[in-house]
């Protein structure tokens, strides 16, 4: 079965209301094994919400349109569906009661307008909406095409998903089919460096491995169809366990793991803990790594020592090594992070130096040139020199990123 979704709203289209509705429903026909074809926001315009919807039908097993079923003159869904479905809608006189009495007991007085509410297409039904006025439709065509009409409200979208929706398309499809999904989170390699490692995976049907470029890391998203959600996961198991032989720790989480949960959690586990060292960053790593919870068990302080004092009076760095090689050095880096180690006495240090931007940059040292230490007790420190292109925010974003790295893989040394 295929699906499409039409959104109806002029206020979508001008980015005053995010669509959190379509995400939401497309996740859910993804478990249920349905193939979403295509997502297509439309306005408040009768001739191209008719147009969108008659080629949805024409493609796609089933259409779910979501808003435009309120009482006022914008409010065209229920119109227009109809008139795409071949279909005529009729009012029902019990939706009309309901309407009357929620108007009563709220001692406002009923409009011809809100009666629209209670039109009902001839082959198909109304869907409840405990949550509002609108009630949802059903339309089922005698080609067997089906269309879902949906109000926009979220508290009232999602209960009508789950209560209405999920049940009836789980008897239209006899409950067969699952697709599942499982993202593996990569750091310190190129989104081309991690294709080219699995590329020959890439050309798969099922499951299917798609790479996405983030801030600083790379998503590997594989997708499996299969009769049961057991034999779905069992493929993308197989399929994960191939990637991970293949990228190594350049894996680092999956799902919603964030690097930082990853990191804390790690440390905790070897009974390590860290301070920071931080300049250009601004306190943006100690920020991140406190964001998560029961991260006061290994990280014990951090430093913003953004002047050239006070990285001397903070965090120990020789005047002489800042006149001779510029705060911005791998010299510094490393007795920042030898500093914040040693101040704090924690397992490791980390050093961050370097020129956000936009401006400050020179030839030598450009904007986007990062210095990051590592300091450990019993081991030599270590410098890595970056690079970065972008805004500000994604400078220091992707610094802490690396830093973030660079303390889990000498943990996983450890």
């Given amino acids: ?123 198909g039904r109304a869907i409840p909406n405990p949550n509002g006025t609108a009630p949802g439709l059903l339309f089922e065509g005698r080609n067997g095409k089906i269309a879902i009409a949906l109000p926009g409200p979220p508290n009232e979208f999602i209960p009508m998903v789950n209560d209405f929706v999920v049940p009836y398309l789980r008897t239209r499809t006899g409950g067969k089919g699952v697709i599942r999904s499982l993202v593996l989170r990569v750091v310190g390699v190129g989104e081309s460096f991690a294709e080219d490692r699995i590329k020959d995976l890439m050309q798969d049907a099922n499951p299917t491995v798609a790479p996405y470029a983030k801030v600083g890391e790379v998503h590997l998203r594989i997708t499996a169809f299969a009769e049961t959600p057991a034999e779905a996961d069992r493929i993308i198991s197989d399929r994960a366990a191939l990637i991970r032989q293949r990228l190594g720790h350049a894996i680092y989480g999956e799902n919603e793991e964030t690097l930082e949960q990853v990191v804390v959690s790690l440390l905790q586990q070897k009974q390590q803990t860290v301070a920071t060292g931080e300049s250009c960053t601004g306190g943006l790593l100690s920020s991140r790594i406190t964001d998560v919870p029961g991260s006061s068990k290994v990280f014990l302080g951090g430093i913003v020592a953004y002047s050239n004092a006070a990285k001397t009076d903070f965090l120990g760095v020789d005047s002489a090594l800042l006149a001779r090689f510029g705060a911005v050095s791998e010299e510094v880096a490393r007795s920042m992070a030898e500093g914040a180690q040693q101040r704090f006495g924690t397992t490791y240090g980390i050093g961050i130096t370097g020129i956000a931007g936009p401006e400050g940059g020179t030839p030598e040292k450009p904007v986007g040139l990062v210095y990051i230490g590592l300091s450990q007790r019993g081991r030599a420190p270590i410098v890595e020199r970056c690079e970065f292109i972008g805004s500000r925010a994604i400078v220091r974003h992707r610094a802490t990123q690396t830093a973030l790295n660079l303390l889990r893989l000498r943990a996983l040394e450890s």
């Avoid at 959104?7 to 026909?29: F, H, K, M, P």
């Avoid at 926001?41 to 969108?52: H, Q, S, Y």
């Avoid at 009495?101 to 001692?107: A, S």
């Fill in 1 to 123: 079965m295929r699906a499409e979704i039409v959104s109806v709203g002029t206020e979508l289209l001008l980015g005053q209301i995010v669509d959190t509705n379509a995400a939401y429903l497309a996740r859910v026909l993804s478990e249920l094994g349905i193939a979403l074809y295509r997502r297509v926001t439309v306005g408040d315009n009768r001739e191209r919400l008719l147009a969108a919807l008659t080629e949805a039908l024409t493609s796609s097993d089933v259409v779910f349109t979501i808003g435009g079923l309120g009482p006022t003159m914008d409010d065209i869904t229920r119109d227009v569906l109809a008139e795409a479905m071949g279909d005529t809608l009729h009012p029902d006189e019990q939706i009309a009661a309901q309407l009357r009495r929620f108007f009563e007991q709220r001692g406002m007085p009923i409009l011809e307008s809100n009666l629209r509410q209670a039109l009902v297409p001839s082959a």
